[in-house]
């Protein structure tokens, strides 16, 4: 458990209001930059998002990022420049690589119901790949409490791929008194999405906070509320080493 660790509250993000959207920024995003805050390990963005009724992200372009999206509650419609299409649910893993170009819009298309979700980002370990697309539903394994591997580039047992080796993506919905083991990795970024948490060596964490470990793991998370967590392990860093 040795290493750097760096206590991320929720209230202290960034964040972006409209009419429409509420969203929380953990790294440097849009009109939001901090030369201190861009990223850790190879995560690039951590947003946490609700999207009002009826509205939502219209189509817009990307390249060069592997893009994983966590539905928390509600559902997200997702269409894209190649021809995919799909509604991201709880417990659906999806990831859209942008490669060398693609165009997409996110929208909720209850006319009752917000959406919530996490969108994350990362780097692919080889720029200019073929852009694509995959969604899986793991919800029948997160129905254990341990952790699950959402998405991996190196990781064959994981529900999705991704395009860098050195990342893979853990979720678990521990239930009160549920433990999970984090992994050891260079660079692990914890983030309670749901619920209420005490890690070992830090303590209580709740619902928009986050954990960037350099060096360490292998702590232990026991859940105080039913939670869910999102867990990042990167043997890399942006820049190497």
């Known amino acids: 458990m040795t290493g750097l660790l760096d206590v991320r509250r929720a209230d202290d993000r960034a964040a972006t209001r409209t009419s429409w959207l509420n969203s ?5 995003f849009n009109d939001y930059y901090d030369p201190d805050n861009t990223h850790h390990g190879l ?31 509600g559902e997200l419609t997702h269409r894209d420049s190649i021809g995919n299409s799909g ?16 165009r997409h819009s996110e929208t909720n ?6 959406v919530h979700f996490v969108q994350m980002w990362i ?28 998405a991996s580039g190196s990781d064959p047992q994981a529900a999705i791929t991704i395009g860098n080796a050195d990342a893979t993506l853990y979720a678990a919905r521990p239930r009160p008194g549920g ?5 050891d990795a260079a660079y692990l970024h914890l983030f ?13 964490l709740t619902a928009g906070d986050a954990v960037r470990l350099t060096g360490g793991g292998g702590r232990r998370l026991t859940a105080t509320d039913p939670s869910e967590v999102l867990v990042w392990a990167m043997a890399k860093r942006l820049g190497g080493g």
């Open 24 to 28: 929380r920024h953990s790294f440097s």
């Open 123 to 150: 780097m692919p370990d080889t720029p200019g790949r073929t852009p694509g697309y995959q969604q899986q539903d793991i919800g029948d394994a997160l129905g254990g409490g341990d952790l699950v591997t959402v």
């Open 179 to 183: 433990c999970v083991a984090l992994p």
């Open 87 to 102: 509604v991201i649910r709880p417990g659906l893993a999806q990831r859209m690589s942008a490669g060398t170009g693609i």
């Open 192 to 204: 309670i999405a749901l619920g209420r948490v005490d890690v070992e060596g830090i303590g209580e």
């Open 109 to 114: 298309e209850s006319t009752s119901e917000p």
């Open 43 to 73: 995560l690039l963005v951590n947003n946490d998002d609700v999207v009002a009724p009826a509205s939502g992200f219209g189509t817009h372009p990307h390249r060069d990022a592997e893009i994983v999206t966590w539905v928390l509650s």
